[in-house]
Nanobody
């Protein structure tokens, strides 16, 4: 299964970016979708997740109030709107398909995208 993440880039602190993740409909349209990130030298961590119809969303405490996850099933795309970015948000961001278990756990996800780099300068 091929997930394609895009939208990363270089932005100044306080700025915004919107990430996109496309996923084949047969795989993703009925699944919770998640975003994770991995900073240099750190483990991959949960960022946000959204259920199949967008009615329920879940966020890591570190991004709550700044990031918004959404999805457009007609476009087979999940978005991550990131506002008020901080240098600590610098990481490679990945999207993934939830298959079972805790929405916050990496082990609950399969089918990872290739990642998109987000760099926030101070």
């Amino acid at each position: 299964v091929q997930l394609q993440a895009s939208g990363g880039g270089l932005v100044q602190a306080g700025g915004s970016l919107r990430l996109s993740c496309t996923c084949p409909k047969r795989t993703c349209s009925n699944n919770v979708m998640g975003w994770f990130r991995q900073a240099p030298g750190k483990e991959r961590e949960f960022v946000a997740a959204i259920n199949w119809n967008g009615a329920n969303t879940y966020y890591a405490d570190s991004v709550k109030g700044r990031y918004t996850i959404s999805r457009d099933n007609a476009k087979n795309t999940v978005y991550l709107q990131m506002n008020s970015l901080e240098p600590e948000d610098t990481a490679v961001y990945y999207c993934a398909v939830h298959v079972a278990g805790n929405y916050y756990a990496i082990s609950s996800y399969r089918y990872w995208g290739q990642g998109t780099q987000v760099t926030v300068s101070s």
